[in-house]
């Protein structure tokens, strides 16, 4: 009884520590909700649309706020002044990579309709095998079924909801069951997968002439083998390598499945974007990025396919390096920083009726090419994406070699197409579609 009453005033002691040194440190954070112990702001977030939650959250509390998404606090980015500011005014105190525990925890047929899913996942992983392997593999060999099949599940997981919580309150990562033990064994069997290929490679390796990424990387490992600090391992290799599969692979492959839904939902785009084919490219030799410049009509619909798919709402999350007054609050050294993507390419000033696809947001009265700084899809400053000219060139020589030799035909009514993500967390992913590929 005694011992029961002690253990509840020691308890009751920790939680009041925790509410006062909660309520010491938002007073020098950006003003927001009043978090709830332990959970903090968690319920007041839609986890299946965080974006939507920011912007509503943005509207009571400004462009820059404070969220605590579990123990910790977060500051919100919201709009495209807020994140210019941090991420390219003042880009190298807010250029430290944020928390994102489940992940650092892995770290320690012609004519008929079909699901375009597999087709567009296999293209850009098999661009990041060449890079990585100097392979390209048949689309049937199975341990390329099963780096894809891995590949897609991860995607699934990381934007569901549940990975929300995962990576809010990571105690949890190790203590109870959830998909976040897939994604992990997931990324375990890529990790042995990528070191497999480091033996092979060791055994025919030319150190005069390296033949992909394995190769130069394990020529480094040599040269810096005598310095206790180097970085160059296998672990690293391993990460490094899942790193690029996770990045190059899925979020391509994500955007063209979205394209092609678009494409196919507005076929007055898809019959503009043809014509300009045939008006530069023609029918006799396959795109190059050089005609890219010459396609103005094009290029907006590819600006604008990015722009309106919201493909990362929140990007990754960043951390400040250092303490720094932004903006008249103080964020210390470390604070995780959300930047809403989401309230920078859905801007309603810059591109009137942000919901509606439509070219004509990145074209000018002549039909000429319209560049704008609020079109960030891969974000800005310091950690911008630096995959972002890789799938930058991807989307374009694949969407424009599709129309060029296929038209697309849905088999059910335009009407009943959605465009709505059916997830919107980490990723906004598609919902599944049907299409039908018509030989022009």
């Not at 974006?51 to 579990?70: A, C, E, H, N």
């Not at 055994?203 to 990424?213: A, G, I, K, T």
């Not at 492959?253 to 014509?275: D, G, I, M």
Request: proline fraction near 7%; charged fraction near 20%; include cysteine.
């Amino acid at each position: 009884m005694v011992l029961g009453v002690f253990l509840g005033l020691v308890l009751s002691c920790l939680l009041l520590l925790s509410l006062w040194r909660q309520s010491s440190q938002r007073r020098k954070l950006p003003p927001g909700p009043t978090p709830l112990p332990i959970i903090g702001n968690i319920l007041q977030v839609d986890l299946k649309n965080i974006s939507q939650s920011l912007r509503d959250l943005s509207k009571v509390y400004g462009p820059v706020f404070t969220l605590y998404l579990g123990r910790k606090p977060a500051v919100v980015l919201h709009g495209y002044e807020a994140v210019k500011e941090a991420l390219i005014d003042h880009g190298e105190e807010f250029a430290g990579r944020g928390s994102f525990p489940v992940v650092e925890r892995f770290k320690k047929g012609l004519g008929s309709p079909c699901d375009p899913t597999f087709i567009l996942g296999c293209a850009p992983c098999n661009v990041i095998c060449s890079i990585v392997f100097q392979n390209r593999f048949d689309y049937k060999d199975q341990d390329f079924l099963n780096l894809m099949n891995n590949l897609n599940e991860n995607v699934k997981i990381m934007s569901s909801p549940w990975m929300q919580v995962c990576n809010n309150f990571p105690v949890i990562i190790d203590h109870l069951p959830g998909s976040h033990t897939k994604l992990l064994k997931n990324l375990t069997s890529l990790k042995r997968y990528c070191l497999e290929k480091v033996k092979e490679h060791q055994e025919s390796l030319d150190v005069n002439n390296p033949r992909d990424f394995i190769d130069c990387f394990l020529i480094k490992m040599e040269q810096e083998k005598h310095n206790p600090k180097a970085e160059f391992t296998y672990e690293n290799f391993a990460v490094t390598t899942s790193d690029l599969f996770a990045a190059g692979t899925e979020t391509t492959s994500t955007t063209l499945r979205y394209s092609l839904l678009l494409l196919l939902k507005h076929p007055e785009v898809t019959a503009k974007v043809q014509e300009e084919i045939d008006h530069v490219i023609g029918r006799h030799r396959s795109p190059c990025m050089q005609d890219r410049s010459h396609m103005p009509y094009t290029d907006a619909v590819l600006h604008e396919i990015q722009r309106y798919i919201d493909l990362l709402p929140t990007s990754l999350p960043h951390a400040v390096t250092c303490d720094i007054k932004f903006r008249n609050y103080l964020i210390p050294k470390g604070t995780t920083v959300i930047t809403s993507l989401t309230s920078v390419l859905h801007d309603d000033k810059e591109f009137p009726n942000p919901k509606r696809f439509d070219p004509g947001h990145f074209l000018d009265e002549n039909g000429k090419f319209k560049k704008s700084d609020y079109s960030i899809p891969f974000s800005t400053g310091k950690r911008i994406c630096v995959g972002e000219g890789l799938a930058r060139m991807e989307l374009f020589l694949f969407l424009t070699t599709i129309l060029q030799n296929f038209n697309l035909k849905s088999p059910v009514d335009l009407k009943d197409l959605d465009t709505t993500a059916v997830a919107n967390g980490f990723v906004s992913v598609p919902p599944e579609f049907r299409i039908c590929f018509i030989p022009v």
